[in-house]
């Protein structure tokens, strides 16, 4: 009994792990709405370029802000697009259904059932094909933080401009004053989460071959600063269904078309957080 109870534990920790794993990597996918601007002037993607600002003085902004990522390792394979198939979750279910089982006779078949999971919450595994070839990586990486980053200098240009003009308002600033005041930050406030990157089969019964494609990824919103716990805003973008030949055909071009669809939704919903939250 007593070897019964240490496999059973050992198996329990090892789906708690997993379980963990698996956290971590939809961490950006929480279902928190982007924080939008209630005004058009409140939008990020609003503030005005570094060449609109002028001043008799010489002193505009300078500088470039980026964006950083939300840590700085994630699992091994993380950056390649991932592919979910039925017997992904056909597998979890027979580990899930013999872990319960196991808990059952532990406990006298009093309760301490593992709670149900989704397709969504699979890992999946790497597409091989696709490894090395930068136009099927993970966007969040790479292209979004730096769209992103584009926009968070506006956003922090902005406001070098104003801390400029309330120095010339108000007197009494020396030169290097000034000087400080125009420099933005290397980095924005706000990082960049970036979520899942994968194919997910369409129906669990059957024998199509169809999936969508799904793109996830965050803003860590700089709530601390106004004395909030972080806020993540959010963007998730979902393909309409495609036949696995199809994704493959034309050495994989709709996966081409529909990764540049998931970037540019991204950078528009993430862009229209309000500015003061970068």
């Known amino acids: 009994m007593k070897a019964t109870k240490e496999k059973i534990s050992a198996s329990a920790a090892a789906l708690r792990c997993g379980a963990l794993g698996i956290a971590l990597l939809l961490s950006a996918c929480v279902t928190h709405p982007p924080l939008a601007a209630t005004q058009p002037e409140e939008a990020a993607v609003s503030a005005p370029p570094l060449s609109s600002y002028a001043a008799t003085d010489g002193l505009v902004p300078v500088g470039t802000t980026k964006m950083r990522l939300n840590g700085k390792q994630?699992?091994?394979?993380?950056e390649q697009l991932r592919i979910v198939r039925r017997d992904h979750t056909g597998q979890a279910v027979a580990m899930q259904v013999a872990l319960n089982v196991g808990l059952a006779v532990v406990t006298g078949g009093r309760g301490g059932f593992v709670q149900g999971f989704s397709k969504n919450e699979l890992i999946g595994d790497a597409v091989p094909e696709l490894a090395g070839q930068s136009w099927a990586s993970n966007p969040g990486l790479k292209e979004l933080p730096q769209a992103l980053?584009?926009?968070?200098?506006?956003?922090?240009?902005?406001?070098?401009?104003?801390?400029l003009e309330r120095g010339r308002s108000e007197g009494g600033w020396t030169r290097e004053d000034m000087h400080a005041a125009a420099q933005l930050p290397a980095e924005a406030d706000a990082p960049v989460n970036p979520g899942v990157w994968r194919l997910?089969?369409?129906?669990l019964s059957g024998q199509d071959e169809l999936y969508r494609l799904q793109f996830s990824a965050g803003l860590g919103l700089a709530s601390l600063r106004f004395g909030l716990p972080p806020m993540p805003a959010n963007c998730f973008y979902q393909s309409e269904p495609a036949a696995w030949t199809a994704w493959q055909a034309d050495s994989w071009q709709r996966?081409?078309?529909e990764r540049a669809k998931a970037l540019g939704q991204c950078i528009e919903t993430l862009g229209q957080t309000k500015g003061r939250l970068w």
């Open 149 to 163: 980053g584009e926009i968070a200098t506006r956003v922090y240009a902005a406001r070098a401009w104003t801390e």
């Open 200 to 203: 997910v089969y369409e129906n």
């Open 255 to 257: 996966l081409r078309e």
């Open 74 to 78: 994630y699992p091994s394979g993380f």
